[in-house]
């Protein structure tokens, strides 16, 4: 018989194919629109068609990477709590200082790492990813605290590599063959998109990993493997490129001088002062949902613990509903993708997973408490294109990787605060909390981003030659 959550995870794959098939009607009907009246502009120039060649490869190139190493991320996913506080028998207060462990780190290296990153190569610190993250797979696989920890440790260098080199290694790339940002837009789209189909497969092969094995370290060590397989494909098929300042580091170390005219930068421009909030509000949120989704269902299930959840089912759900999301984001952008509306639309997803967070706390039903999370993840699923393309078009090319990192340090301080007291009975406090930034961060975007936005855009036509 086919229990709650295989039916749910069912359903949701039902409703993500009927999505994803309007969604490629609707793009089907842009790209034949405009593909007689790109053709006809540019031989009208004297262009070549060539564009749509670069594009294909660049998407190619990135998405490849990109389907691995968040496979080889998501794989951990839904067992770190349950190997940690379940296999290994680690009291919940010190997998809190475990999660922290981790979030300290990446909030110390996050600035390095972007300084690094623009400086010494994207390709570089993507490359350097793989292998620190591959060093953290065997390190929790070590039922040893001093071992774990220095895992974790290495696991927050990575994580903020994760989420600053290789979007800054896209963006600059696309900038490099000049392709519109309607082109970048797509591939932020698509992106999202197979990081929820990946996801989603690596909720089930950890949950069949699991099972397999009895073990809950198996899914990270084909985690391991994947990695590796990511560092090589990376090493031949990835070029180069650098933000401002070249290859030359120079004699400052931890690059004082640039995080402050980076800070400097973000100080003049409030619609990037709302940007970071929004970053520290949102995946701040995001990582607290990784530590809290797994006892917050268990806490409401009436069978837990005579019969375990099917964590990596659950997890599978999660991922379908972030595609869901990436698919609404990919349908109402095909119709009109410029700067206003993707900032309307970074206020409205705030706002709705301010709501599905507030809704998971008032009520104490298992089935509720799931459709909330996942009407979040369905929120995470529109935020990452909706950011990454506002980042995109607002920071340079010069600063973007440590701008990107900079916004993680009150990121990370945030969820530091938060998990050292979201154990137990403060969990619903802490929930609350990210409910309310939440909300507070929609009001901001809505007042200052969105308001600022056309004029952005009208400035930025102004400046380009007739």
């Known amino acids: 018989m086919v229990g709650f959550y295989e039916f749910q995870l069912i359903i949701l794959v039902s409703l993500c194919f009927i999505f ?11 790209e034949l629109k405009e593909k007689d009246l790109h053709t006809a502009e540019r031989l009208e120039d004297g262009e070549p068609t060539t564009s749509n060649n670069f594009l294909a490869t660049l998407t190619r190139q990135y998405l490849i990477v990109y ?12 067992y770190v709590y349950s190997l940690y506080r379940e ?161 030359t580091p120079g004699k400052d170390l931890f690059q004082l001088k640039r995080l402050g005219q980076a800070w400097r930068i973000v100080r003049d421009d409030p619609m990037l002062l709302v940007i970071g909030l929004t970053q520290t509000c949102f995946e701040g949120s995001m990582y607290l949902f990784v530590f809290l989704w797994v006892p917050s269902l268990q806490e409401a299930s009436p069978t837990f613990p005579t019969i375990a959840l099917p964590l990596g089912y659950i997890f599978s ?8 999301g990436s698919l609404l984001y990919s349908v109402v952008t095909t119709q009109s993708g410029g700067l206003t509306v993707h900032a309307k639309l970074s206020s409205l997803v705030c706002a709705f997973a301010a709501l599905a967070l507030a809704t998971s706390i008032r ?27 506002l980042r995109g078009t607002l920071i340079s090319n010069e600063h973007r990787a440590t701008l990107s990192s900079l916004f993680r340090v009150p990121l990370n301080v945030f969820v530091v605060v938060s998990l050292m007291t979201g154990v137990s009975s403060a969990r619903d406090a802490v929930l609350s909390a990210c409910s309310l930034m939440l909300a507070f961060s929609a009001l901001m975007t809505a007042f200052v981003v969105v308001t600022r936005a056309d004029d952005h855009v009208s400035s930025e036509a102004s400046l380009r030659p007739e």
């Open 67 to 78: 389907a691995i190493v968040m496979g080889a991320d998501w794989l951990q996913g839904p």
């Open 317 to 324: 759900s999660f991922m379908i509903s972030m595609m869901l």
């Open 363 to 389: 009520s104490d039903s298992e089935r509720v408490r799931f459709w909330a999370f996942c009407a979040f993840e369905a929120c995470v699923g529109m935020y990452y294109p909706v950011q990454g393309m």
């Open 87 to 247: 296999q290994y028998g680690l009291p919940e207060r010190m997998v809190a200082v475990l999660f922290v462990t981790g979030f300290m780190s990446a909030g110390l290296t996050a600035p390095l790492v972007g300084v690094w990153a623009d400086q010494h190569g994207r390709k570089k610190l993507c490359l350097a990813f793989c292998l620190t993250y591959i060093f953290t797979c065997c390190c929790i696989t070590i039922p040893y605290l001093p071992i774990l920890l220095l895992g974790r440790v290495c696991g927050g260098i990575s994580t903020s590599i994760l989420y600053s080199a290789f979007e800054s290694w896209l963006v600059s790339s696309a900038g490099a063959l000049a392709l519109p940002s309607t082109d970048l837009s797509t591939i932020f789209g698509r992106a999202t998109l197979v990081n929820g189909f990946v996801a989603t497969g690596a909720g089930v092969a950890s949950n069949q990993l699991v099972t397999l094995t009895g073990s809950f370290t198996s899914p990270f060590v084909a985690s391991g493997v994947l990695l590796l397989l990511a560092y090589l494909v990376i090493r031949a098929s990835w070029g180069e490129n650098f933000g401002g300042g070249g290859t």
């Open 20 to 30: 994803l098939l309007v969604e490629r009607h609707v793009s089907r009907r842009k």
